[in-house]
Nanobody
């Protein structure tokens, strides 16, 4: 059974940084597409960052480009989201997700496995 567990959320001031971690059990990230999404109450889930397996590229939503960085560890069971220059509009519950395939997609419905989410709050 595949399980994803996020950590690293918290409260930070505008301009601060956080690093989110997502550890997988039951399946490694390095053979499947992986994504980070965020959700604000009352709004649709939003794609933040993602990468396909072995495609050499990482994709970001426009609002986080240049500020957020997705990476994986060498063992392939943990992905990270480094978030710099945080803004109040980045406040959300952030979740990692694992696709059942290898190709990148920013469509949350295509992802099969989800973590429980971690709250990120950016104060102004």
């Amino acid at each position: 059974q595949v399980q994803l567990a996020e950590s690293g959320g918290g409260l930070v001031q505008t301009g601060g940084s956080l690093t989110l971690s997502c550890k997988a059990s039951g399946r490694a990230f390095n053979a499947y597409a992986v994504g980070w999404f965020r959700k604000v109450t009352g709004k649709e889930r939003e794609f933040v960052a993602g990468t396909g397996w072995n495609d050499g590229q990482t994709y970001y939503t426009d609002s986080v480009k240049g500020r957020f960085t997705l990476s994986r560890d060498n063992a392939g069971d943990t992905v990270y989201l480094q978030m710099n220059s945080l803004k109040p509009e980045d406040t959300a519950v952030y979740s990692c997700a694992l696709d059942s395939g290898q190709l990148f997609t920013n469509t949350p419905e295509k992802y099969l496995y989800w973590g429980q989410g971690t709250q990120v709050t950016v104060s102004s």
